[in-house]
C-alpha cells in the first residue's frame, strides 16, 4: 500500500524535472536570439533629433554653468559618430532645410529652450549618465541604453510568456521571438528616445499583475514609471483608480492606500514638472503638430478648441491600425475571460491608449502607443491561456 502511493510522487518528481530542463533550454536559446537581435539593432542604430535633446541633458547635468559648452559638445561628439546624412539630418541642412534645427545647432538660447522636454525622463537622463560615467562616449550612451533595455525587455517577455503559459515552451519561444522582431520594436531599440527604456519597467508592470504583487510593491513600479516617464501619469494614475474599483466592488470599501498613493504620484508629477521647468502641454502640442518654433520663449503657443479638433481629426483618420488591433485585443480578453479583474485591466489599458492620443496625436508614430499594445496582449494572451489551460504540448501519461 505504501509503494502504491509513492509511485504518483516519483511521476511528478519526473514531470517537474522534464519541464524544468525543457525551459532551462529554451532560455539558454532566448539569451543566443536576443544577444543576436540585440547587436543586429545596434549596428543599424539611428542618430535623429532626439539625440542632441538627450545628450544636451547629458551635459547640462556635468557642466550646468555653461550652456555654450554643453551645445557645442553635444554636436561635436555626435558628428563623431553619426554617418554624415543622418548628421546633416540633425543640423536640419538637408533640403526641405529645418529652420527650427539649424538654430538649435547654431543659437545656445534656442537649444537651451529645448531641453526641457527632454529634462522631465529624469530616470532615462539619470540612466544616460550612469553609462556616461562607466566610459561610454555620450552618442554611445544614448544608442546603448536602448540596445541594452531591448535585451532586458526580450528576457521579460519570455519571463511573462512564462507565466502566461507554464507548459508551453515552445509557444513561449515562438511568441518572444516574433515580438522582438516585430518593426516597433526594432525601431525603437534603435533611435535615442525612452522608448524602449520605459518598456522594460511595463513589462515589470505586467510581472506585477500576473504574480499578484503587493499593492506597495506595484506602487514602487508605478513610481519608476512616472519617474521615467512623467507623460505616463495618466496611466499610472488610472491603474490605481481601477484597482480602488475593483476593491471596492468586492469589500464594500474604499482603500485609502490606494488614495494615497495616487497623491504621492502627483506630487512626484509636478515636482519633475517644476524642478525642470516644463513648459507645458500647450507648447509641446504647439511645436510638435502646429509649429516647430526656434525659441520657445518667443512666439506664444496660441491656437483654439477649433484648431486642436481639426488635428484631432485628421490624425485620428491615421489611427485605423491600432484601433482596430487594440480593440480586436480586448475584445479577445473579453471572450475569453469574465474575471472581473482581468476584463477591468484591459479596459484600462485600452483606455489609455486614447488618453495619450488626444494629448499627443502622433498617429504615425507607433512607438508612442506599442507599448500599451503590448501590454494589451499580454492580458489577451492570459485570458485565453486561462480560457485553453495554456495550450499544453501534450499530456503524459
Not at 41 to 48: A, E, I, L, P, S
Request: hydrophobic residues 50%.
Amino acid at each position: 500500500m505504501w509503494n502504491f502511493w509513492q509511485k504518483p510522487k516519483i511521476y511528478n518528481l519526473n514531470l517537474n524535472s522534464f519541464m524544468k530542463s525543457k525551459w532551462k533550454i529554451s532560455f539558454f536559446f532566448i539569451i543566443i536570439i536576443v544577444v543576436a537581435l540585440s547587436f543586429w539593432n545596434y549596428k543599424n542604430r539611428v542618430y535623429d533629433w532626439d539625440m542632441p535633446g538627450y545628450i544636451g541633458c547629458l551635459y547640462t547635468l556635468k557642466f550646468p554653468d555653461s550652456p555654450d559648452k554643453v551645445r557645442t559638445l553635444t554636436y561635436t561628439e555626435i558628428k563623431k559618430k553619426a554617418p554624415e546624412y543622418e548628421f546633416r539630418d540633425i543640423l536640419g541642412i538637408l533640403k526641405p532645410a529645418d529652420k527650427a534645427r539649424q538654430a538649435f545647432a547654431n543659437n545656445t538660447q534656442a537649444f537651451t529652450e529645448q531641453l526641457p522636454y527632454f529634462q522631465i525622463k529624469i530616470g532615462y537622463n539619470l540612466a544616460i549618465l550612469l553609462l556616461y560615467e562607466v566610459g561610454f562616449s555620450s552618442p554611445d550612451s544614448v544608442t546603448l541604453l536602448s540596445i541594452f533595455s531591448y535585451f532586458i525587455s526580450g528576457i521579460m517577455i519570455f519571463f511573462i510568456l512564462k507565466i502566461i503559459f507554464p507548459e508551453n515552451y515552445i509557444l513561449a519561444v515562438i511568441l518572444t521571438v516574433g515580438l522582438l522582431l516585430l518593426p516597433p520594436m526594432t525601431y525603437m531599440s534603435r533611435v535615442a528616445t525612452p522608448d524602449m527604456f520605459i518598456v522594460q519597467i511595463l513589462l515589470l508592470f505586467i510581472i506585477g499583475l500576473l504574480k499578484k504583487w503587493n499593492s506597495w510593491v506595484m506602487f514602487l513600479v508605478l513610481f519608476a514609471i512616472t519617474f521615467t516617464r512623467p507623460d505616463y501619469i495618466p496611466f499610472t494614475l488610472t491603474y490605481l483608480a481601477a484597482a480602488g474599483i475593483y476593491k471596492y466592488s468586492q469589500s464594500k470599501k474604499t482603500d485609502f492606500i490606494l488614495l494615497l498613493q495616487g497623491i504621492l504620484l502627483l506630487v512626484l508629477y509636478f515636482t519633475i514638472i517644476k524642478i525642470c521647468h516644463y513648459p507645458g502641454w500647450k507648447h509641446l502640442f504647439y511645436d510638435t503638430f502646429i509649429h516647430r518654433r526656434s525659441f520657445i520663449s518667443a512666439p506664444p503657443p496660441n491656437f483654439g478648441l477649433n484648431e486642436y479638433l481639426h488635428i484631432i481629426y485628421i490624425k485620428i483618420i491615421y489611427f485605423k491600425r491600432i484601433t482596430v488591433v487594440s480593440v480586436g485585443l480586448l475584445c479577445l480578453t473579453f471572450y475569453c475571460s469574465k474575471d472581473l479583474w482581468t476584463r477591468i485591466c484591459s479596459i484600462m489599458i485600452f483606455a489609455n491608449i486614447y488618453i495619450k492620443f488626444f494629448f499627443f496625436p502622433h498617429s504615425s508614430g507607433l512607438r508612442f502607443f506599442f507599448p500599451y499594445i503590448l501590454m494589451l496582449l499580454f492580458i489577451a494572451l492570459y485570458a485565453l491561456s486561462k480560457k485553453y489551460n495554456g495550450f499544453k504540448l501534450r499530456k503524459i501519461a
